[in-house]
């Protein structure tokens, strides 16, 4: 493990971008949960299903209604929550830094975005839970969830004919989907950045790791390209995770136990003046 001071004089030598990856944990301070813990599962008739098997294409047609019950839940949960300081630390090192920055987020709670982080350079690598899109594949655009499907939906609460209505694909007619990448799907360029998040990790100066596990395959290859690269590395987390491992091997990696909140304001301040000075 290397220090701070260290690590940014060698992110400073590199004309890569400063790349942030960021994980549920970023948006734990804002009231929404991680999918570890009671709130990850979801209850359906007896049942108790976890998020790897809700959040799946095989669960949707089998149960299209109950699994958009569950997302309607949790956007509701995601409307009602407002930025923290992290996402806007985030935002504040990408005003800095302009094209010198990318974010990939996990989250699909759509809080960078209101916290001021740009479209063109957030990487929503599993989607935005305020969209939907065509569960045919009629189309590849993305439409947001009509206004009139109530922002707020209680657990417990079933999908009547009205919402069902709203939830259908604009273009043809069959039903929309919510617009997330599933566990049984794989990543694509055009809804999910998978060939830019690659790129970015090639070339990243410095990458910046935040409340992940690490359990899903995108996030993974990008900390392991540039954990082999050598390039700095920092992993923000309370806890270790399979990130911990990597900077842990990496001579320019650092490990940051803590919440989001306690270290990226100080942090993303330091990378931002050590990259944004000639
Ligand atoms: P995860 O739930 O598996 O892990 C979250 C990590 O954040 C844990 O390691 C935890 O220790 C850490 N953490 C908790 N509080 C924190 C804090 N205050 N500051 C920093 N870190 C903190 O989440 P994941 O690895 O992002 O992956 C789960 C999947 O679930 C993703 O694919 C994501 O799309 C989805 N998801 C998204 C949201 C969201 O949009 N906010 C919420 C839950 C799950
Ligand atoms: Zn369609």
Redesign the pocket.
Known sequence: MADLDEILRAAKSNSGPAVLLT???????SG?????GEEGYWRVGSKNYQ?TEMATWATFSRMPDEVWAWYLYRRGI?RAAAPNAAHRAVRALEETLEDRFVLIT????GLHLRAGSTEPRTYQI?GNIDFMRCADECTEALYRIPDEVDATWDKGRKIDVATREHLLCPACGTRARPHVLWFDESYDEIHFRFESSLAAAAEAAILIV???????NLPLHVGSMVAERGAPMIF????P?TFTRMVDDNPLGLFLEG???DHLPGLLASVAEALATP
């Open positions: 994980g549920a944990g970023i948006s734990a301070e929404i949960p991680t999918f570890r998020p995601c996990q989250n699909v709670d599993h935040v409340g992940t596990t690490g359990q899903t923000v987390n309370p806890e995770t919440t989001a909140g």
